[in-house]
Structures are given as structure tokens and as C-alpha cells.
């Protein structure tokens, strides 16, 4: 075993709780090759969730309903979950899940593109939203989603490595992976720069941006 694998095992047995649900979605998430955010990951964002338990939260990008789970379990009372999907296929699957899991009644799935979803919701409705969609939309969807978030409310978003190709060079790139890739990386500049945001890259998963709204 890689030292690195060795020590991800050691941080997964010391901090990370079994939960059958959450179990099934991963191995059905890996079996289907449907992307869901890294278990490391998940903890950071389960943890910043919990700072703003009793804030309303929004998810962009709710694929099979994992995250969302996993962000709605540690809300409090009143607080709710607003997740945005666009995929009809992902919309039906994370119904199902949800409606499994125990914190149904926390959590709305609306369907649809967010650019479009998002002008209803008010501003500074939010204590933490989670970006976590196609690429190309990150940079678009940055200003709409700080509106949303309240001061001192948190911001996390995947994928900000985007599989170690945001630090490489072109050549190096697969031309498959290369839009996508400058994509993140524009977004990246946006983000990290943003006046209104403090805003750190953590190396768990995929790379995961944190920020704070100032
Ligand atoms: C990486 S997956 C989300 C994984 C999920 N957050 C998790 O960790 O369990 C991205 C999902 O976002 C959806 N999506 C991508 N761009 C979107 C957009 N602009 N509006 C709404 N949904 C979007 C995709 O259909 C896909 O299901």
C-alpha cells in the first residue's frame, strides 16, 4: 500500500462513520461511474455544514442525492436543503435515495438548470451553498451564488483540481480534458480573488475550494 493510501485509511478509520445508505450510494455511484464527492471531502463539507445548522443550505448539482444527505443530516430544526439538478435521469434517482434516507423532509430537489432556478430565491438566503456542476458553469453561476450567501456564510466547491489537470501544463493535458480544464481554472482566478470572499483550496478529493463571505 502507497504511503498515501495508507494514510487516507487511517484518516477514514479514525473519522469516517458507516452509514448503510450512504454505503449503497457509493457503490452504486462507483458501479455506475457517476460522480460523487470524495469521502474526505464529504466530511469537510458535512463539518462547514454543521458550522450553519441552523441556516438554510443550497446544493448545485445534486446527481444521486449523496451530498445533499449527507449536508441536510447535520441541519438543525427549522433549516432545509435546497438542491438544483438538471438532469432528469439524476432528479428520479435522487428522489428515490432520499426518500430512503432520514432526512426527506429536510431536502427539495428542484429540477432544472440553476441558471435559470436560482433568480427565485432571495438574496443572502443562504448560511452555505455547495457548487458542484458541469464546469463550464462555475464561472457564470459565481456571482448569482455569492448574492445568495449571507455574510459569514460558507461556500465550498468541487472539483477546483479537477484530476491534477489545473497545475499542469497544456501539453501535458488530454485534449478531452482541456476546455474543461481552463474552465476551472478561470473560475479559479475569479474565486480566489473574489472581494467579497476569503477563500482557500483545501487538497482533499478533488480539490475543494472553502470561502467565507466577508
Ligand atoms: C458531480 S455531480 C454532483 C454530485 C453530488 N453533488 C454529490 O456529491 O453527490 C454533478 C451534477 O450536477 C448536475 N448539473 C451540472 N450542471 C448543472 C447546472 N448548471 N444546473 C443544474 N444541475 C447541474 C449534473 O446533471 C450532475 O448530476
Redo the contacts with the bound molecule.
Keep these: 500500500m502507497e504511503e498515501t493510501e495508507r494514510t487516507l485509511a487511517y484518516i477514514e478509520r479514525l473519522t469516517l462513520r458507516e452509514n448503510p445508505l450512504l454505503h449503497e ?1 457509493e457503490q452504486f ?1 462507483a458501479e455506475q461511474r ?4 470524495d469521502k474526505h ?2 466530511a469537510v ?1 458535512e463539518w462547514a455544514a454543521l458550522l450553519k445548522a441552523d441556516c438554510n443550505a443550497l ?12 449536508i441536510a443530516t447535520v441541519l438543525h430544526g427549522g433549516a432545509n436543503l435546497i ?5 432528469s435521469e ?1 432528479y428520479i434517482s ?1 428522489q428515490k435515495y432520499i426518500a430512503r434516507s432520514s432526512v426527506a423532509d429536510k431536502i427539495s430537489v428542484v429540477f ?6 436560482l433568480p427565485r430565491f432571495l438574496p443572502e438566503s443562504f448560511g452555505l451553498i ?1 457548487l ?3 464546469k ?2 462555475y464561472c457564470p ?1 459565481l456571482e448569482p451564488l455569492v448574492t445568495l450567501l449571507q455574510p459569514g456564510g460558507i461556500m465550498l466547491v ?2 477546483l483540481l479537477w484530476h491534477g489537470n489545473t497545475v499542469k501544463p497544456d501539453e501535458e493535458i488530454q485534449p478531452s480534458w482541456l476546455s474543461s480544464t481552463r474552465f476551472v481554472r478561470e473560475f479559479n482566478e475569479l474565486f480566489f480573488n473574489h472581494p467579497r470572499l476569503h477563500a482557500i483550496l483545501l487538497p482533499v478529493g478533488d480539490g475543494l475550494g472553502l470561502a467565507i463571505k466577508k
Excluded at 438542491?83 to 438532469?87: D, G, N, Q, R, V
Design positions: 450510494m455511484a457517476i460522480p460523487i464527492l471531502a464529504a463539507l446544493e448545485v448539482g445534486t446527481a444521486i442525492g449523496y451530498s445533499s444527505i449527507r438542491t438544483l439538478e438538471k438532469s439524476s435522487a432544472g438548470e440553476a441558471a435559470e432556478t455547495f458542484d456542476a458541469d463550464k458553469d453561476l468541487d472539483n
